[in-house]
């Protein structure tokens, strides 16, 4: 199974981008990425995906490598509402969620 | 309906007893999956049904733990004989699964307690 490898945890200042970084160097030439956030012990959300390109919506910013081996997520002004635990799960099929990576935005 | 449902939202089982969840996906998603969340830990995968095909039951446990999909919508998960680590809130998804990369919506969850 693909994998990917994420930090447990970060700390980021209320008002600063946050970047969330994930290494998912197993990935398939036409497999997308996903991030996912959970808040507390609710159901994951979805945040943004991409295949190739750099993408954009209304929550955060979505930057892949070239090589398409690693990707990182951008809260482009993280608010103490983004404090959750967020995951990039691999591959297609059933996904692999993992432990993800526990920001904390602090005031 | 709107989002994936889930039933019971909580549920309290004493040691030795089967429990059933529940889950209703969104209609038209062909994709079905169960994760189970213990406490302060991430997401473990269950087993992940796709259409009419053969479900990947490789997260399961054990062999207390099984889920059957029937008609290709609503999902039981039945855990037979549980045991107090057995306790967590398991969390229910679905997923258009149009091949390459689908958006996977979750439910709110069950959570058992095994006393």
């Known amino acids: 199974d693909a994998k990917t490898t994420q930090p447990p945890s970060m700390d980021c200042a209320e008002g600063r981008a946050a970047n969330l970084p994930c290494n998912h160097s197993t990935i398939s030439g036409n497999e997308y990425v996903y991030w996912y956030r959970q808040i507390h012990s609710q159901g994951p959300q979805y945040i943004i995906h991409?295949?190739?390109n750099n993408e954009t919506n209304e929550m955060a910013s979505l930057i892949i490598t070239e090589d398409r081996k690693s990707s990182t997520l951008i809260l482009p002004h993280a608010t103490l509402r983004d404090t959750a635990v967020y995951y990039c799960p691999p591959g297609r099929g059933k996904y692999i969620f993992g432990t993800g990576t526990r920001l904390k935005v602090l005031a | 309906g709107a989002g994936v449902s889930q039933s019971p939202s909580n549920k309290v089982t004493e040691k030795g007893k089967d429990v059933e969840l529940r889950c209703d996906p969104i209609?038209?998603?062909?994709?079905l999956y169960w994760y189970r969340q213990s406490l302060g830990q991430g997401l473990e995968f269950l087993i992940y049904f796709q259409g009419n095909s053969a479900p990947d039951k490789s997260g399961l446990p054990s062999d207390r733990f099984s889920a059957e999909r029937t008609g290709g919508s609503v999902s039981t998960l039945t855990i037979q004989r549980t045991q107090q680590e057995d306790s967590a809130v398991y969390l229910c998804a679905s997923s258009s699964d149009t091949g390459a990369g689908n958006t996977i919506y979750f439910g709110e969850g069950s959570w058992l307690t095994v006393v």
């Open positions: 991409g295949l190739k």
């Open positions: 209609s038209g998603h062909t994709a």
